[in-house]
C-alpha cells in the first residue's frame, strides 16, 4: 500500500478530470482509493464509518478539484480532505455520545473492535488488533505520525491543541502497542512437550 502523497498523479490527467472527463476521474479513483480508504479506516476504526467518511472524502475532492494549486502532489492534498474530514468525525460530540451509548463506562471500546482488516500473517493481524486497543484519538495521533509522516506540531495543529498534547498521546500510543505486541513470556506452549 502506498502513502498517499507517494502515488503519481499526471497533471494532464488532472486537467482531464477537472473538465468532466469521466475516464480520468476514473483513473484517479483507481489509483487513490485504496490508500484514501486505509488511512481512514487506520484513523476512525469503525469500517461502516470509514466507507462512509471515504465516500465524502472523495466525492469532496472531485468536487474541489477545481480548487486544487498543484503545489504538492494530488494526493497529499486529498490526504489532508480525508484527515480534516476524520478528525470532524472523532471530535464530533454526536460520535463520542454513540461510544458512550454503545458500549457504557464498564466496556472499554477495544474489547468491541474487530480487527481492522483481514490479514495474511498472524503478525499483520496482531498489529490490527494492537491499533485497535487504541483510543481513536491515540490511533490517530500514532498513524499520523508514526505512518503519514506528520510532525507534532501539524497533528497538534489538526487537533486546535498544543505540542504536548501530540507528543503524549503518542508517548502513551506507542507504549501501549508495545505492551500489546510484546511477546508472553509467562504463557503456556500451545501443546505439551
Same mark, same amino acid.
Given at each position: 500500500?502506498?502513502?498517499?502523497?507517494?502515488?503519481?498523479?499526471?497533471?494532464?490527467?488532472?486537467?482531464?478530470?477537472?473538465?468532466?472527463?469521466?475516464?480520468?476521474?476514473?483513473?484517479?479513483?483507481?489509483?487513490?482509493?485504496?490508500? =484514501?480508504?486505509?488511512?481512514?479506516?487506520?484513523?476512525?476504526?469503525?469500517?461502516?464509518?470509514?466507507?462512509?467518511?471515504?465516500?465524502?472524502?472523495?466525492?469532496?475532492?472531485?468536487?474541489?478539484?477545481?480548487?486544487?494549486?498543484?503545489?504538492?502532489?494530488?494526493?497529499?492534498?486529498?490526504?489532508?480532505?480525508?484527515?480534516?474530514?476524520?478528525?470532524?468525525?472523532?471530535?464530533?460530540?454526536? %460520535?463520542?455520545?454513540?461510544?458512550?451509548?454503545?458500549?457504557?463506562?464498564?466496556?472499554?471500546? %477495544?474489547?468491541?473492535?474487530?480487527? =481492522?482488516?483481514?490479514?495474511?500473517?498472524?503478525?499483520?493481524?496482531? =498489529?490490527?488488533?494492537?491499533?485497535?486497543?487504541?483510543?481513536?484519538?491515540?490511533?490517530?495521533?500514532?498513524?499520523?505520525?508514526? =505512518?503519514?509522516?506528520?510532525?507534532?506540531?501539524?497533528?497538534?495543529?489538526?487537533?486546535?491543541?498544543?505540542?504536548?498534547?501530540?507528543?503524549?498521546?503518542?508517548?502513551?500510543?506507542?507504549?501501549?502497542?508495545?505492551?500489546?505486541?510484546?511477546?508472553?513470556?509467562?504463557?503456556?506452549?500451545?501443546?505439551?512437550?
Amino acid at each position: 500500500m502506498s502513502r498517499l502523497a507517494d502515488i503519481p498523479i499526471s497533471e494532464e490527467l488532472i486537467a482531464r478530470a477537472r473538465c468532466g472527463d469521466e475516464a480520468a476521474q476514473a483513473a484517479i479513483y483507481r489509483a487513490l482509493a485504496p490508500a =484514501v480508504f486505509a488511512l481512514i479506516r487506520r484513523l476512525v476504526g469503525n469500517r461502516a464509518v470509514a466507507e462512509d467518511l471515504f465516500q465524502d472524502t472523495l466525492m469532496a475532492m472531485f468536487q474541489r478539484l477545481g480548487d486544487f494549486r498543484g503545489e504538492a502532489p494530488l494526493g497529499a492534498w486529498l490526504r489532508q480532505i480525508a484527515v480534516t474530514r476524520c478528525l470532524m468525525y472523532l471530535r464530533s460530540p454526536w %460520535h463520542r455520545a454513540r461510544l458512550h451509548w454503545d458500549f457504557g463506562d464498564e466496556t472499554p471500546l %477495544h474489547a468491541t473492535m474487530m480487527p =481492522v482488516a483481514s490479514a495474511a500473517s498472524a503478525d499483520a493481524l496482531d =498489529v490490527e488488533r494492537a491499533l485497535a486497543s487504541l483510543t481513536p484519538v491515540g490511533r490517530a495521533v500514532v498513524w499520523l505520525f508514526e =505512518v503519514e509522516g506528520y510532525s507534532h506540531e501539524e497533528i497538534a495543529r489538526l487537533f486546535g491543541r498544543s505540542v504536548s498534547f501530540s507528543k503524549s498521546q503518542l508517548a502513551r500510543g506507542l507504549a501501549r502497542l508495545r505492551l500489546d505486541l510484546a511477546p508472553q513470556e509467562d504463557q503456556e506452549a500451545c501443546t505439551p512437550i
